[in-house]
Nanobody, 122 residues
Framework: QVQLVESGGGLVQAGGSLRLSCAAS????????MGWFRQAPGKEREFVAA?????YYTDSVKGRFTISRDNAKNTVYLQMNSLKPEDTAVYYC??????????????????WGQGTQVTISS
């Protein structure tokens, strides 16, 4: 199975941008659907975006976030633009060998990264 390590979190002002990266080690990275989830203090972990051969986003980030992957580098990215204070959360990379449409359910995730903090100031 893959191991996941996120990077790229930080503190930015509202309206700014960040790019998160998730590096995967292990074999068969291309066989995994990859995704990003986030968890704000006092809230449940929620789905943000996923990618296999296509992409899938939660409504609140459509048009602002872009998920992409580079199978040659075993890396998945989340480009976040027009950031809002409500985007503040710990962002987790996720991997699962499931259909993309089911990636939105955290119970289907096989592997999680350790998380990276994203803080948006108003």
């Amino acid at each position: 199975q893959v191991q996941l390590v996120e990077s790229g979190g930080g503190l930015v002002q509202a309206g700014g941008s960040l790019r998160l990266s998730c590096a995967a080690s292990g074999r068969s990275f291309s066989n995994y659907a990859m995704g990003w989830f986030r968890q704000a203090p006092g809230k449940e972990r929620e789905f943000v975006a996923a990618i296999s051969w296509t992409t899938y986003y939660t409504d609140s980030v459509k048009g602002r976030f872009t998920i992409s992957r580079d199978n040659a580098k075993n890396t998945v990215y989340l480009q976040m633009n027009s950031l809002k204070p409500e985007d503040t959360a710990v962002y987790y990379c996720a991997a699962a060998r499931v259909p993309l449409a089911t990636m939105g359910d955290p119970n289907h995730v096989e592997r999680w990264g350790q998380g990276t903090q994203v803080t948006i100031s108003s």
